[in-house]
């Protein structure tokens, strides 16, 4: 796509790009990291991936085995 378009075009999309990212709210890092780790915190307990899934409620757990004879 930008192969087809003129230098003229290729500025004006970015700088059209610019325009938004200029209006984007920006927080401090201090402020969001620390929203994160609480909220990290609050949902670990509920975290698959943390507490592991119970063999009953697994739904990847294989049905039935091989048996060659």
Do not use: H, W
């Not at 290729?10 to 909220?39: I, P």
């Amino acid at each position: 796509m930008a192969q087809d378009m003129t230098e003229k075009e290729l500025k004006k999309m970015e700088l059209d790009q610019l325009k938004k990212e200029v209006k984007t709210e920006r927080q401090m890092v201090s402020k969001t990291a620390k929203e994160l780790r609480d909220y990290i915190e609050s949902m670990a307990a509920e975290d698959p991936l943390l507490k592991g899934i119970p063999e009953d409620k697994n739904p990847f757990k294989e049905k039935g085995g091989c048996t060659i004879s």
